[in-house]
Structures are given as structure tokens and as C-alpha cells.
């Protein structure tokens, strides 16, 4: 064998080998990381949802965010809520979070602000995640259901800037019964 093969041999099974690795680490990531989108429909209904008593009656508008921890769907609109936390908590809308029931995780620290609700009566019943409850200053619970339709959400798809602004303004919205097409995850077991 003539020696520039020798030398070149070494190195075809290097970058071979590279190869091979890099496909691996692409292919382990895809599989884990990296889920189709599956459309869903989800349907809302808030007839059996209500603010605990401690917080119930009229006050500052609330809104409560639905939290899986195990729900790919939810980083999908963490930064959305960030950003409505930004723009809503200054002019007095108070935020809070329900994180279903046997599951652990931390919320990013850009939603540290959102204070935990330990129960909230009627979210037994809630059929997918992520989920927003909005109540007025009355105390009436004005919207229930998804932050959007589609795979993710931000601020031109999304249902809950127009409810916000309408209750800030002190119009009456009621939007308790909404169905949905998107990525959804169960909230009962």
C-alpha cells in the first residue's frame, strides 16, 4: 500500500466516524425534543369554575393561567404570559397560576410573579392545558379557554389582550364557552 493511503485511511475513518456521531446526536435529539404538531379540539366550559373565596367577590381583574408541567404545549406561550404580566400586572390585573394536581416543575423566572392558587374549585373539570380563566372587577368570571388557536401563541393571535383591554376599559365581556383547534395536553388524569 502506497504510504498517502495509509495516512488518508486514518483520517476517512475519523470523519466517518464524526459523521456517525453527529447523525446520532441530530437523531437523539429529534426523537426527544422535537414532537409534530397534532391539532387538537379542545371545549372550555367555565359553568363550574370559581375564584377561591379568599380572592372571589369584586376586586382587581384576575387572570389564572393553567400550568401542566409536562405539557410541550406550555413553552409555547411562557413568553406570551411574560409579556402580558409586563404590560397587565402595572395597571392592577392580578395574576395567578394552578399547576395540575400530582405534577412537579418550576415555572421560568420570568413568570415568578404569577402567585400559586393552591386549588381553584371547577378545575377538576378543566379539559386541556395550557388554559386562562379571566374574572372582572365584579367578580364574574368573563373568559374561559385557551390563550389561541394554533400551535403556539403570542400577542397577534391571541384571544386574552382584547378581553384584558375590554374589562380594563370596564366593558362587559362574556366568553366563558370557547373551543379551540390546537396543542393541547389533557388536565385530568
Not at 437523539?28 to 379540539?41: A, E, G, H, I, W
Not at 402595572?90 to 412537579?104: A, I, N
Not at 382584547?162 to 395536553?185: D, E, F, K, N, W
Request: glycine share 10%; aromatic share 10%; hydrophobic share 40%.
Amino acid at each position: 500500500m502506497p504510504r498517502s493511503t495509509l495516512r488518508t485511511l486514518p483520517g476517512l475513518l475519523l470523519a466517518a466516524l464524526c459523521g456517525a456521531g453527529l447523525w446520532w446526536a441530530y437523531d437523539s435529539f429529534q426523537s426527544r425534543y422535537l414532537r409534530t404538531f397534532d391539532n387538537q379540539t379542545a371545549l372550555f366550559s367555565g359553568d363550574r369554575l370559581q375564584l377561591p373565596a379568599s380572592i372571589a367577590g369584586p376586586g382587581p381583574i384576575r387572570l389564572v393561567h393553567f400550568w401542566d408541567p409536562a405539557c410541550p404545549c406550555n413553552v409555547g406561550n411562557q413568553q406570551h404570559l411574560g409579556e402580558l404580566l409586563e404590560h397587565f400586572a402595572p395597571q392592577g390585573v392580578e395574576f395567578y397560576v394552578v399547576q395540575k394536581t400530582g405534577t412537579r416543575g418550576q415555572l421560568p423566572a420570568t413568570l415568578s410573579a404569577l402567585k400559586p392558587l393552591g386549588e381553584l374549585p371547577g378545575a377538576e373539570h378543566l379539559p386541556a392545558t395550557p388554559g386562562v380563566a379571566i374574572w372582572d372587577r365584579n367578580g364574574q368570571l368573563a373568559y374561559f379557554g385557551p390563550y389561541s388557536e394554533g400551535a403556539t401563541c403570542n400577542s397577534s393571535n391571541s384571544f386574552i389582550e382584547p378581553i384584558l383591554l375590554a374589562l380594563s376599559q370596564g366593558r362587559a365581556v362574556s366568553a366563558t364557552h370557547t373551543m379551540a383547534v390546537g396543542c393541547y395536553c389533557p388536565w385530568q388524569p
